[in-house]
């Protein structure tokens, strides 16, 4: 059973930037595809990046330009660096892990608020 545990959520002011990190309890190198979504209150989950095996990535339009996400398959871990952060991002931060033929494996989330 994989497992994955997500990290660095918290309180941050709008403007501000916060890094989240996902760690996986076995090796990333493998062609693993790894996203992160979040859900806030009232809302459904939704994709915010993801990053492929081979390290393509794709981001949702509302954090284009501001969220990165990264992966540092030594440490099987990937990260979700988020700068200029509002409150509309404020939300419940997931991250998952698809392995071929075993489906997808979830962390249980880390809050970010985003408020002054």
């Known amino acids: 059973q994989v497992q994955v545990v997500e990290s660095g959520g918290g309180l941050v002011q709008p403007g501000g930037s916060l890094r989240l990190s996902c760690v996986a309890s076995?090796?990333?190198?493998?062609?693993?595809?790894m996203g992160w979504y979040r859900q806030a209150p009232g809302k459904q989950r939704e994709l915010v990046a993801r990053?492929?095996?081979?390290?393509?990535?794709n981001y949702a339009d509302s954090v284009k330009g501001r969220f990165t996400i990264s992966r540092d398959s030594a440490k099987n871990t990937v990260y979700l660096q988020m700068n200029s952060l509002t409150p509309e991002d404020t939300a419940v931060y997931y991250c998952?892990?698809?392995?071929?033929?075993?489906?997808?494996?979830w962390g249980q989330g880390t809050q970010v608020t985003v408020s002054s």
């Open positions: 990053i492929t095996g081979s390290g393509l990535t």
């Open positions: 998952k892990l698809t392995k071929p033929g075993a489906g997808d494996f």
């Open positions: 076995e090796s990333i190198f493998r062609l693993y595809s």
